[in-house]
């Protein structure tokens, strides 16, 4: 007894040599896709790192929290960027550091952002408002411009 073969197996080998041009395709031009995910933020606790590939330029910059504050800075000690960001609490933040002394408005999750330039420590601190006037500090977090 002879098989009978289906008429779209005939079709069926090109098909799958074209979805794996397709798919190699893709690969080759998810390479800077890759890459910019690789330079992703890994956080553990209050510490945060990324690793960046090899022969890919970027800013020198630094990102942390403490408690309910956190703080990011981009750039480098002849121009630099800090941005303040409260999370889970009214109030504001204070970010200051060389050439920066800038408060947000008071609201819920409370964020501010500053040009700055110089060498020196960067900080933003967050400060809970239920209990206005006055309300405690939610979290002090610095890093260093260089």
């Not at 197996?9 to 090109?14: D, N, Q, S, V």
């Not at 890759?34 to 630094?62: F, H, K, N, W």
Request: charged share 15%; glycine share 14%.
């Amino acid at each position: 007894m002879k098989p009978i073969i289906p008429p779209r197996r005939k079709t069926l080998f090109p098909v799958l040599g074209l979805t794996l041009t397709l798919l190699t395709g893709m690969a080759t031009t998810a390479g800077p896709a890759l890459a910019q995910r690789s330079t992703a933020y890994t956080c553990s606790g209050q510490v945060c790192i990324r690793v960046i590939p090899e022969g890919m330029s970027v800013a020198m910059d630094a990102y942390g929290c403490n408690y309910k504050t956190c703080v990011t800075l981009t750039g480098n000690a002849t121009k630099y960027t800090i941005k303040g960001s409260g999370h889970g609490f009214f109030g504001h933040v204070h970010i200051w550091g060389p050439g920066v002394n800038r408060y947000s408005d008071i609201g819920p999750d409370p964020v501010v952002t500053a040009l700055g330039r110089g060498a020196g420590k960067a900080c933003a601190e967050g400060w809970d408002l239920v209990n206005a006037p006055l309300g405690p500090s939610v979290g002090l977090a610095c890093k260093d411009v260089r």
